[in-house]
């Protein structure tokens, strides 16, 4: 599988094979290779978590601009706490939906052999 997906980089005009070979790390799919994918899929959420965050931080202190320059309407209903507390909601349902599956049903959504 990685040997196949990492290939496709070769693809890349000019830098497609020594790219195949840094991202492997040798001259083919390796243990050093399936440690790197394997610390990129647990680093990854992290760092999408940290510049979720870093991006709500700073749409928070600057506000979002208006490109238009109309005049938004006060008696509007704010983002925060409303929206926040409706996803939050729409997020424990999920859960509780999920949960509910699989505890009470867990082969339900499983291979049917």
Do not use: C, M, Q
Not at 58 to 63: K, P, V, W
Not at 92 to 99: E, G, N, Q, T
Request: net charge negative; proline share 8%; no cysteine.
């Amino acid at each position: 599988g990685a040997t196949v997906i990492t290939n496709l980089l070769s693809a890349i005009p000019y830098i497609g094979d020594p790219l195949v070979k840094w991202v492997w790390g040798g001259f083919s799919v390796d243990n050093a290779t399936l440690t790197r994918f394997f610390t990129f899929h647990f680093l990854l959420p992290f760092l999408l978590s940290a510049l979720l965050i870093l991006h709500l931080l700073f749409l928070h202190e600057t506000g979002s601009n208006n490109p238009t320059g109309l005049d938004s309407n006060p008696d509007k209903i704010p983002f925060h706490p409303y929206y926040s507390y409706k996803d939050l909601l729409g997020v424990a349902v999920l859960l509780l939906a999920l949960l509910f599956l699989t505890l009470f049903s867990p082969y339900t959504l499983s291979d049917p052999k």
